[in-house]
């Protein structure tokens, strides 16, 4: 999370306040690597965008300083900075053909004409889209927009690219096809990319690392993979993808392990941050590591339940069940030949593994504190 004086992208100690006293970005230390995907990830307000915007140049920091290859930002105007920005409304001149929208960036650079026409005809390719390098972004669709803005930002050929919430005013499919399109588009061109969204799946599929931001101040950084499977803060645990949080007590406690009394039930969890024995406590615990518990299935932990709601997704069933002391756990069951049947007011036993159960100070976790 500390900035890092070989890294190609750093904050350092960088503050953001417009009024004066508050402030909407606190000490951020970042380092981003060349050629990285990074993700910053929050709910509204939290500061994602402001730091990005900072990095861009359309905002200056109240305090700290940006450097992108060793050279302080903080007094160089957005044109200046060789970045290349995407926005979630494209910023498409609505006048000029999709061939011209392109070019733009190179006019203004006053490149030659033929390297102009080269680069643009180039990129068009590379989106697939040279056949309508004639139309305006009103006759393409908003994937087709999308993948224009995607292709202004890069002919210019930037050390770095930022993304805005790029894909958020697309449909799921297009959207989860623009992801996988920009991805390929990092890994093909070796792009340093910094991308803002809300969305948690999108940070996980495309990043090679995800900062979580919260309040203006960054909670965790690290690959998707960290993020989602081992959060650091209970802030993390329950913003980034859906998680059981079960209201308990410490009955016991090691360095990094403890039993939590949930009802009648002690259960074994990972221990995360400080826990002592008869802490008031939050068991975090993610849907798709809950099974029903068969003959010879060996679990850590088992919980009696009652199933109150069963809803069909497809590929999964969803199962809310209420355990005995009245907490509900919401578990996913893969849809799949010999799946047990199972109907609403029905007696079933869950079961968990400890290392999928972790475990925060109630104080931290939003209604339980």
Not at 214 to 229: F, K, L, M, T
Request: charged share 20%; hydrophobic share 40%; proline share 4%.
């Amino acid at each position: 999370m500390n900035s890092d004086t070989r890294a190609f992208v750093n904050f350092h100690e960088v503050q953001k306040s417009y009024d004066g006293s508050s402030l909407v970005v606190q000490s951020l230390s970042l380092a981003i690597a060349k050629g990285e995907f990074l993700t910053m990830l929050g709910p509204s307000g939290s500061g994602k965008t402001t730091s990005l915007m900072m990095l861009a140049g359309f905002e200056r920091p109240t305090g700290g300083k940006i450097t992108v290859a060793g050279r302080d930002l903080t007094n160089v105007p957005p044109h200046r900075r060789d970045i290349g920005m995407v926005f979630q409304n494209y910023a498409l001149f609505p006048h000029m053909t999709i061939e011209e929208n392109v070019a733009f960036p190179l006019v203004a650079r006053k490149m030659p004409k033929p390297e102009i026409a080269s680069r643009v005809s180039g990129a068009l390719e590379r989106i697939r889209m040279g056949a309508l390098a004639h139309r305006r972004p009103a006759q393409l669709s908003g994937g087709q927009q999308q993948r224009v803005a995607l292709a202004r930002a890069l002919v210019f050929e930037p050390s770095l690219v930022l993304m805005d919430e790029p894909l958020g005013a697309l449909d799921k499919q297009l959207r989860e096809h623009m992801q996988m399109e920009i991805k390929h588009l990092h890994e093909e061109l070796g792009l340093t990319v910094v991308y803002v969204t809300h969305n948690q799946d999108e940070a996980l599929a495309m990043s090679d690392r995800v900062a979580v931001f919260n309040n203006g101040i960054i909670e965790q950084v690290g690959p998707a993979r960290a993020i989602y499977e081992s959060p650091e803060t209970a802030f993390v645990s329950s913003f980034v993808g859906e998680n059981n949080h079960l209201s308990g007590v410490i009955s016991s406690a090691a360095r990094n392990v403890c039993v939590v009394t949930v009802g009648k039930v002690d259960m074994q969890c990972v221990a995360v941050g400080s826990l002592k024995r008869g802490d008031s406590a939050v068991v975090s615990l993610r849907p798709e590591r809950v099974s029903l518990v068969h003959d010879g299935a060996v679990f850590a932990n088992t919980a009696k339940a009652i199933a109150k709601e069963v809803v069909y997704f497809g590929d999964h069933l969803r199962l809310s069940c209420q355990l005995e002391d009245g907490q509900t756990v919401t578990m996913k069951q893969p849809n799949r030949d010999g799946i047990a049947q199972i109907s609403v007011g029905q007696a079933v036993l869950l079961g968990w593994q400890a290392t999928d159960a972790r475990t925060f100070s109630s104080d931290g976790v939003p209604g339980h504190g």
